[in-house]
Structures are given as structure tokens and as C-alpha cells.
């Protein structure tokens, strides 16, 4: 399969400047598009324009978000793609990964034949980058509080796959670490774990002895009411995706410090979250062309 990959990058962060060495150290030709710097590498072409070479590819690599309402976000100096004037002008048959499918991606990716592939859905891509984003997260509260994690009072909203590592992590640490759940069997997990377990129903009798609380769930727990029960001394880190957990409006009046970290591992560790990128794309293509180049298995499109 090597030998048949050709990829093209439009714009992103520090994870898929990573990616693209990453990739051209394996033999990769590359085509890239949309940074101020990058470094210059055997099998890299980087384009000043959006050019027909720039898109003779047959992987299309966009943001992890892509951007939003149809248009690719591009760092600064450089203007944002429209998908509308992107699509026609790539191959027939070109695969195209990226992240955080919204309205306007699936509506516009809908009128062409491409093979998309949303690697948030992947579920290979959310295990493996659920280490870095926690990692992050506990070196994010090490910067703002003035104690040791070791005994603290921590909290972590949602148990899915990033409150399944953070946790552990925190145990690790020495961390009293309870965490919130919905489902009987989070509940029966999180107490098998060694943390404690908070149904919803009883989340507000624990907000007030908490020194920190990781939220991961992409819903607002943390309302007005709710963060009026919480100490001016905690430190509130939320995780999610948007809208996130927390509403910082009244966080901020109630002087309570809450901070969003979206897109935390290519912040904190964007050579190990550009393997994450890696990997995945690698597994999605070998599912792709064992299925003949069809995508039936594609997220959209």
C-alpha cells in the first residue's frame, strides 16, 4: 500500500505538521498546504497555492476539526478553503480524513463521490488519543493550583474513554478520585476501579470538597446552580468538545476559575498525537482498499 499513497495536508496544528514527517520518514510522498513553517523533509512538496499538483493525491488529509460551516480553517496568513471550491477539483477515488464532521460537511461531501472519513468516529483514534488528552489535563491542573495532586480532592465528570484514563492516572498519583457516572455499570466499574462512584443524582453533595474537577462530557453539568456549590479555591478544567461542561458566564461571576482545554494533546505532546493520526489514518485506509476502494464503510459521503 505504501508505494500506492500519495497524501496532500491542508492546514491544522502542530499534530499534523508532526504527521506529515512522520509520514514522509516512511516513504510517503507529500504534498502540503496552508502553514507559515514547516520543516523541509525528503518526499515533502509544500505549495505556496492551491494548485492542480498541490491536490494529485489520493489522500486528502483536512484539520482534526476541520474548521466549521463548510470551510476549512487555515492558519493565519493564509484564507480558509471553501469545501465547495476544494471538492471538484480533486481525483476520482480520493479519500479524504478528517475530523469533527458538522451539517455543512455532510451536506456539501453528500453532491460528490469521495470516500470520507471522520477520524473522531474512530474508535482506535479515541482510545489511543484519550492518553495524551489526559496527560495533558493533569499537567494543565499542575500549573494552576499551588498543592500536590498526591491527596487531593479530585472529580471527574463522565466515564468514558478520557475519564477511564484520566482516572486511573489519578489513582496512580495518589489522587482521592471520584468520578461521575450515569449508567449502573460505570458505577459498578468506577467502585471496582478503586474511585469513588457518583451517580448524577448525588453530584451536587460532592462539588463543595473538591480541589479539582475534570469534566469530560460535552453537555453543561456545571450550571449556575451547581457551580455556586463549589469552593473559589477549586480549579475546574473542562475537556470536552462544545459546547463543553461548564458555563464559564457564570463560573466567571461566581469568581470561579474554569478553564476549556479543547485539543489538548496536540498542545501538550503533538509528536504522540500525530502517531495517533498516523495510525488511524493507516487503519482506516487498509479497511478502505480491502474493500476495493468502495468506502462502503465511510463515515459520510
Not at 489526559?134 to 479530585?154: F, K, P, Y
Amino acid at each position: 500500500m505504501k508505494q500506492e499513497l500519495k497524501f496532500t495536508f491542508l492546514g491544522g496544528d502542530n499534530r499534523q505538521k508532526q504527521a506529515v514527517s512522520i509520514l514522509a520518514q516512511d516513504g510517503f510522498p507529500i504534498n502540503v498546504f496552508g502553514w507559515n513553517s514547516i520543516p523541509h523533509e525528503k518526499n515533502v512538496c509544500i505549495s505556496e497555492t492551491l494548485d492542480p499538483e498541490l491536490l494529485d493525491c489520493n489522500v486528502l488529509m483536512l484539520p482534526v476539526p476541520y474548521g466549521k460551516s463548510g470551510k476549512i480553517h487555515l492558519p493565519d496568513p493564509y484564507p480558509d478553503v471553501t469545501l465547495t471550491s476544494l471538492l471538484p477539483n480533486l481525483k476520482p477515488g480520493t479519500v479524504i480524513i478528517f475530523g469533527k464532521e458538522d451539517k455543512e460537511f455532510s451536506e456539501i461531501a453528500d453532491s460528490y463521490s469521495y470516500s470520507c472519513y471522520d477520524i473522531l468516529k474512530e474508535e482506535s483514534f479515541s482510545v489511543r488519543n484519550a492518553i495524551p488528552t489526559a496527560e495533558g489535563a493533569i499537567q494543565r491542573a499542575m500549573e494552576q493550583t499551588d498543592i500536590t495532586l498526591h491527596h487531593a480532592n479530585v472529580l471527574i465528570l463522565g466515564y468514558g474513554r478520557i475519564g477511564k484514563v484520566l482516572s486511573r492516572m489519578l489513582l496512580g498519583i495518589g489522587s482521592h478520585v471520584a468520578v461521575e457516572a450515569r449508567s449502573s455499570g460505570d458505577i459498578a466499574w468506577i467502585g471496582e476501579s478503586g474511585c469513588q462512584a457518583v451517580p448524577l443524582d448525588k453530584l451536587d453533595g460532592v462539588l463543595g470538597t473538591q480541589d479539582i474537577i475534570f469534566n469530560t462530557v460535552p453537555a453543561v453539568l456545571l450550571d449556575r446552580f451547581r457551580l455556586g456549590k463549589i469552593s473559589p479555591e477549586c480549579r475546574i478544567l473542562d475537556l470536552a468538545s462544545q459546547p463543553g461542561g461548564v458555563d464559564l458566564e457564570a463560573a466567571e461571576d461566581l469568581g470561579i476559575h474554569a478553564t476549556q482545554y479543547p485539543g489538548l494533546p496536540g498542545l501538550v505532546a503533538p509528536k504522540s498525537a500525530a502517531r495517533v493520526i498516523c495510525q488511524s489514518t493507516m487503519d482506516i485506509l487498509e479497511r478502505h482498499f480491502q474493500d476495493d476502494g468502495t468506502g462502503g464503510e465511510s463515515n459520510c459521503c
